[in-house]
């Protein structure tokens, strides 16, 4: 029996247990992983990017089953970003280390083209870069 992968469960868990410790959270980022889109100025010569992803660093924060997106700044420039976890190699606190690390996820693959041309899929918030963004229900206080 194929299971889903655990990764999200896991990051998603870690997050708020290092929130609910006080302490900041961070991510490391396979940068060049399918549709992760990142600020690539500040990506390292290994193609990662540390990010912050403190609830008191970024806006528009959304850590939902397939992917992460938010909105943060860089240099003063407001950047969409959007991870998928396949993307996340890892997430820990910045005070003490304490976190986990995951191995490099293969990329998924692309489905094999059909004999038949499918209709046009309907568009997706996977790409943050082009405006959209994931949206999360709730309630906002409005002072």
């Known amino acids: 029996m194929s299971m889903t992968s655990s990764r999200p469960y896991l990051v998603r868990a870690l997050y ?15 940068a060049h992983y399918p549709e992760t889109h990142v600020p690539q100025q500040h990506v390292n010569k290994d193609g990662h990017i540390i990010l912050n ?4 660093a970024l806006r528009d924060f959304y850590m939902g089953p397939d992917s992460i997106a938010f909105n943060a700044r860089f240099g003063g420039v407001p950047f969409d970003l959007f991870i998928p976890y396949g993307a996340v190699l890892g997430i820990y606190a ?13 990329a998924p693959k692309s489905p094999s083209p059909s004999p038949v041309s499918p209709a046009p899929a309907p568009a997706t918030v996977t790409d943050i870069g082009s405006g959209s963004k994931p949206r999360k229900g709730g309630l906002r206080v409005i002072k």
């Open 16 to 30: 708020e247990w290092i929130v609910d410790n006080e302490v900041t959270p961070h991510i490391l980022v396979d």
């Open 53 to 56: 992803i403190s609830p008191s």
């Open 94 to 106: 910045r005070e003490n280390g304490q976190g986990m690390m995951f191995e490099a996820e293969p």
